[in-house]
């Protein structure tokens, strides 16, 4: 059974930082695809970041601030957020499936291909 737990989320002021972390079930093997996603209250969800191999995609909203990397000994994926915004406040998803090609990663992060899956969330809340 596949299984993604997300660690990391908390409160954290304007310009302030946050590591997420995603850890998948290490029974199996990685996947070629992961990303993170966000749902803001009342807000369709989003993509953030999509990684597939070592190949990274951005949202608009995430380039520049953001950063996604993945250690596969420690079958985890990151998300390194930077000079977060109280726009940046929402429940924040991992999310993988098995790829085969990097259209399928900018797929994810566009809405066009949808990852089979998902973590619980972590919450993530930026105040000034």
């Known amino acids: 059974q596949v299984q993604l737990v997300e660690s990391g989320g908390g409160s954290v002021q304007v310009g302030g930082s946050l590591r997420l972390s995603c850890m998948q079930s290490r029974d199996i093997d990685n996947f070629s695809c992961m990303g993170w996603f966000r749902q803001a209250p009342g807000k369709e969800r989003e993509g953030i970041a999509t990684?597939?191999?070592?190949?990274?995609y951005y949202s608009d909203s995430a380039a520049g601030r953001f950063i996604i990397s993945r250690d596969g000994a420690k079958h985890t994926l990151y998300l390194d957020m930077n000079n977060l915004q109280r726009e940046d406040t929402a429940m924040y998803y991992c999310?993988?499936?098995?790829?085969?090609?990097?259209?399928?990663?900018?797929?994810?992060?566009?809405?066009?291909?949808?990852?089979?899956?998902w973590g619980q969330g972590t919450q993530v809340t930026v105040s000034s």
């Open positions: 990684i597939f191999y070592s190949t990274t």
């Open positions: 999310a993988a499936s098995p790829c085969v090609t990097s259209n399928q990663a900018l797929g994810a992060l566009r809405g066009s291909f949808k990852f089979h899956y």
